[in-house]
């Protein structure tokens, strides 16, 4: 079965993420370095960063991955906003890196009052300041509502804009690319994904797939994510997404509610069952 994991939680320790990937059986997790709606990034000491690689090596937790705080915004029209984002761009790939994360995931934001080439210049302009990581690469994911990373021809030309020799490749989030208007519930919507990526000989480049379902309906632009199969996605339309031959050994993180510990449980068994499925 290919890897899979939920997003799990830091807040009491670092080690607590992974203690709690650990206990739901998982066999990825990802995880915030901090609070993502706040600009303060705490250092973890060498012992706990120890103590997290011994045990994720321990468990085969494979691949890690860190998800960037939401602040993040490379292209604002604020000049100080710019300079905080790409210094806590900075910190947290560093970060990411000494933990040694396979994969450090950010949304690029949009700006209405900006054309795509600045934003791209922008961009990539935050990103040269990172300098080169030992092991991590970032993805970029795509998003329910932007003119840069909504649709798969736009995710993939940022992509391509953004040079950077730390970029390796897209993250695909099945909520925003069915909000962004991909109905992956019917086989027209699968179809309609896999030619662009396709066209655009694109399958290389995805790298991770989120996994949630979509409270909001298909195009609506809305990212609201719900539990695997009680949202407009559906068991079946994520059957299909998962039949996806060259998406089939790509690891799958949840990003589902969690009300209570047993959310994340529930949504685990129900991914499984389609997994099985598809395997038998
Ligand atoms: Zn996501
Ligand atoms: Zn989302």
């Not at 009052?113 to 210049?121: Q, S």
């Not at 109905?183 to 989120?210: C, M, N, P, R, V």
């Amino acid at each position: 079965m290919r890897p899979l994991g939920v997003h799990t939680s830091i807040k009491d320790s670092l080690i607590n993420s992974i203690n709690e990937a650990i206990a739901l059986k998982c066999t990825t997790f990802q995880i915030f370095l901090h609070s993502p709606r706040i600009w303060q990034i705490p250092e973890f000491s060498v012992e706990v960063i120890n103590e997290f690689k011994r045990l994720r090596q321990l468990y085969s937790l494979n691949p890690l991955i860190v998800h960037a705080s939401y602040l993040i915004n490379l292209i604002s029209s604020n000049p100080k906003t710019i300079a905080s984002s790409r210094y806590l761009l900075k910190r947290e790939v560093l970060m990411a890196d000494a933990l040694e994360a396979d994969y450090y995931v950010i949304h690029l934001k949009d700006n209405n009052d900006m054309g795509k080439d600045e934003i791209f210049a922008k961009t990539f302009e935050g990103f040269s300041k990172i300098g080169k990581l030992e092991k991590c690469k970032i993805l970029i994911e795509n998003t329910a509502k932007s003119k840069i990373t909504a649709l798969i021809p736009d995710l993939i030309e940022t992509f391509k804009n953004i040079e950077n020799e730390n970029l390796g490749g897209i993250c695909i989030d099945t909520c925003h690319l069915f909000a962004a208007g991909y109905d992956i519930s019917t086989e027209e919507g699968i179809s309609k994904f896999i030619e662009e990526i396709s066209q655009y000989d694109a399958f290389d480049l995805i790298k991770l797939i989120h996994l949630n379902d979509s409270k909001a309906p298909a195009g609506s632009g809305i990212d609201r994510h719900e539990h695997i199969g009680k949202g407009h996605i559906g068991i079946k339309g994520f059957e299909s997404f998962l039949r996806i031959e060259k998406l089939s050994n790509l690891p799958l993180i949840l990003e589902t509610p969690k009300k209570t510990p047993e959310d994340d449980l529930k949504n685990l068994a129900t991914v499984r069952k389609i997994l099985r499925k598809l395997e038998s």
